[in-house]
């Protein structure tokens, strides 16, 4: 793994990069959620799992994550720094670039996309389709504007994204493909009685995203 700066705004954020460019293959450009940074376990997982199937990843601080606050940033700040980190990713790692990301960075690797960021393709796990308990405050008006494909994973017990919302509103578009994760919630984890343990129910979830990402190349 090696540890790299991305400029961001007038600064910089760290990056962690892993795993051997492959003209053949995609590289993949991952985005932390809102309550983690790239280091939390989850992350680490996701990063290591799709890069020992053979595809580099680039995992990258947003700015408050880097200065150690909690408190996300704007959309508009959080949008300008992850497309920093995308160009960077396509001129220092690799031409050909999945966009993925978890909760809040999936989200605003959505958006990105929607508005004509350069990839081929988008990787969503749990996607925050509207906040816990606000199910009407639904985030899906630009996911019809995405063209490119799209591999959405959820958790059927995910508070932020449920299941009849998401089969409305989500499930539906034509370039998405949806791996449901049985039982699991939206932080990836799921009960005793589903059978799995977590470590199980997140290697179902990273062997989904790299039969995807084989298929997509």
Known sequence: MKTVSIPCGDSFVS???IGATDPGTPGVLLAHGAGT???HPMMVAIRDGIAAAGFPVLTFNYEYTE???KRPDSPKR???CHAEAARWFRQEVHPQMVMAGRSMGGRIASMLAAEGEECSGLMLFSYPLHPAGRPEKLRKDHLPDIAVPVLSIVGTRDALATPALYDQWV???PNFTTFDSEDADHSMRVRKASGRTNEEALTEMIQAATDWLRNHN
């Open 15 to 17: 990056g962690r990069l």
């Open 37 to 39: 940074n790239q280091d």
């Open 67 to 69: 200065a150690g606050k």
């Open 78 to 80: 959080l949008l300008a």
């Open 171 to 173: 499930r539906p578009l």
